[in-house]
């Protein structure tokens, strides 16, 4: 008789553990599926922490109502917004319609001067073929793929923003009260951890994207380079995406310096690995010095895995992304398995 309770019971975990692993297969494809949708959910998360970051600030200088502060910092935005289009609108308008014309013209010219060269050639050639061709072209759509259409995610991600932002605290509490009532005061306190840091490092983020469009432009306005303004704007503005948002700025700013001179070109490139050590090395561990403290190669990785299966947004929300999982990760695993250490 015991020798039958200890079998069924043996079933029963045998059961029970293979219920589980089911379950987390199963919780596992979900999230690669809806993957996609986390994603632009947290786009959604970060327009709110920034828009209530300056309710926050205006409520802390001047005590009123929360309502009336987010309706200033919403106010506020567009009215720096339009300002901003009115001083620079036409200039930044004319720019870049001259650099729209200039970039094709200034690429053929330097893909025939490398076609001159026998080396220079076969490289052309190499990359140019149907294979290689079909290649970077996956590759690109890969990493540049959107869910609903770029117009579309950016429609989603405004009005999950606006929602999060009038009433954050109704998705708050929602997901709190998934956890159980036991663990429900840690989840309180993680969830505030994460949107602590996330607003830290969205604050250093934006002054981090000022300081590199500022310096670009008064660099570039110095050696004289035309279009200055456009280009600035747009290395400020892939300064968001680490590692190769840089990379990927230099290039129209390269291109026109050769429309000059290949000197002007070689100080071009010169003056944006000197803005970008300066970012590295300076202005981030100033500002994050903070915040959870992430590995630059951590960074790369994720980029890379989650760009692979979510496009160019994972490519720009990677940082973030790693922060809530690091926080997870210190709050749920390493803090205890220390605490029952001790």
Do not use: H
Request: hydrophobic content about 55%; some cysteine; glycine content about 8%.
């Amino acid at each position: 008789m015991e020798n039958t309770t200890n079998e069924i019971s043996y079933q029963k975990k045998v059961w029970i553990k293979a219920s589980i692993y089911a379950l987390i297969i199963v919780l596992l494809l979900l999230i690669k599926t809806t993957f996609n949708i986390f994603i632009l959910i947290l786009a959604g998360a970060l327009v709110a922490i920034f828009f209530r970051g300056i309710s926050d600030f205006i409520c802390r200088k001047t005590k009123w109502k929360e309502g009336i502060c987010l309706a200033i910092s919403f106010v506020g935005i567009l009215i720096i917004a339009a300002g901003l289009f009115f001083l620079i609108g036409a200039k930044l308008q004319s720019q870049s319609m001259e650099l729209s014309k200039a970039l094709p013209e200034t690429y053929q010219k330097v893909k025939e001067a490398i076609n001159e060269n026998e080396f220079g050639s076969k490289i052309i050639n190499r990359v140019s073929s149907s294979g290689s061709t079909k290649k970077i072209q996956e590759l690109a759509g890969t990493f540049f793929k959107s869910t609903f259409g770029v117009l579309g995610d950016v429609y989603v991600v405004l009005f999950i923003g606006i929602f999060f932002t009038i009433s954050p605290q109704i998705y708050k509490k929602g997901v709190i009260q998934l956890i159980p009532k036991k663990g429900q005061p840690k989840g309180k306190d993680v969830l505030n951890k994460i949107a602590e840091n996330l607003q830290k490092w969205l604050k250093g983020k934006l002054f981090s994207m000022l300081v590199v469009t500022v310096m670009t432009a008064i660099g570039l306005a110095i050696i004289g380079v035309p279009m200055w303004l456009v280009l600035a704007i747009i290395a400020g503005l892939l300064s968001f995406i680490p590692n190769f948002g840089p990379i990927i700025a230099l290039i129209p700013a390269a291109l026109v310096g050769l429309m000059e001179s290949p000197t002007t070109a070689a100080i071009i490139v010169g003056l944006y690995v000197l803005i970008q050590i300066i970012e590295s090395n300076f202005i981030t561990p100033l500002v994050q010095q903070k915040l959870v403290n992430i590995p630059p190669a951590l960074i790369l990785l994720a980029q890379i895995l989650i760009g692979s299966l979510t496009g160019g947004w994972g490519l720009l929300l990677a940082t973030p992304i790693m922060v809530i999982v690091i926080i997870l990760v210190q709050e749920l695993y390493i803090k205890k398995r220390d605490e029952k250490a001790a």
